[in-house]
């Protein structure tokens, strides 16, 4: 997606390390014109698929593309969570590791809001080692739940988290904007 | 807004204790439908003051109302995180206090995201005791940013938190559905 790439160009910033910062547009401060224009770019890549009922993510910056994606496609949207609020009740739990935050982290999705009736889209920001699309996967694992695809607005190539997840049966992988490498970005 | 308080007559419960469990629709599972309604009635409600140039929010259920009210006035929406990312330059941090989930918790907003420039419309799912609006306060006084108002889907109106942020200063604030008692909410 043209304006997608030109922003990276003009806003992304490599810290080293593979670590990508793109907090001016897409995970800190939005801009949410270019996050729609995204959204339906998605949208137009899974239209064959009519099974779809309803998109999942994860907190906090899957949330912003994936509530644009579900009202374009009319289809309700859940959002795994990090902590487990006293108020959730049974829940699929997965255990999702952050290579930017070197850390694991839990994420949760009450038993009310995922089955097995549901055909899932996942809807994230980026598509980095996969960590997770795989969390994803065991939740509706869980949940006996059907992935239909998954849809990125960016994905760093070298990290190779596409061939994770086609390992794990994915079959539709849409990524925005394909980041081979960072050489070319700005490091400051 | 009628539809607002139908969805909560029909979706919400009441789990004792002042809670109010709206994950149905609003912080958990999404309508997006209903969201954008919900920032539509938001922006009209704001439409008067030209002088907001950024929306403002906390991770993460504040992110979907703030992200289609960001779309619909073509503003930049900004989100406190509640971890600093160890990509994160200097930044503003305030302390808030989660009554629902009895603990305390720190936001963190990039210095490069809100400065003397900013005039700031805070958008949020709830409005209880009002400690995220406490905590935006404090961000925008450490930032030298104006805030012109707040807006929220659900007003708690028994927690009092409307009267903390004016109390804080706040000239504007809009709830959608404002709810005096959860006697009349299913209890199960």
């Known amino acids: 997606m043209k304006a997608l790439y030109e922003r990276i160009m003009k806003d992304g910033r490599s810290l080293g390390n593979g670590i990508l910062k793109m907090d001016r547009f897409l995970n800190h401060q939005i801009d949410p014109e270019l996050m729609m224009q995204a959204a339906q770019e998605l949208v137009s890549r899974f239209a064959l698929n009519k099974r779809i009922n309803k998109i999942l993510t994860v907190e906090a910056s899957g949330i912003a593309p994936a509530i644009l994606v579900g009202y374009r496609m009319k289809l309700p949207v859940v959002f795994g969570k990090k902590a487990r609020p006293s ?92 980041i081979e490498s960072l050489d070319a970005l700005s490091c400051w």
Not at 93 to 113: G, L
Not at 130 to 155: D, N, P, S, T
């Open 87 to 178: 108020t959730m009740g049974d829940s699929y739990c997965a255990v999702v590791r952050s290579f930017t935050k070197q850390h694991d982290s839990t994420i949760y999705v009450s038993r009310e809001y995922l089955g097995e009736q549901d055909h899932v889209l996942f809807i994230d920001d980026v598509l980095a080692f996969g960590e997770a699309g795989l969390g994803i996967v065991e939740l509706c694992r869980q949940a006996g739940a059907k992935i239909e695809g998954m849809g990125f607005l960016v994905e760093k190539a070298f990290e190779h988290g596409r061939q994770a997840l086609e390992d794990a049966g994915i079959a539709q992988i849409e990524s925005l904007a394909v």
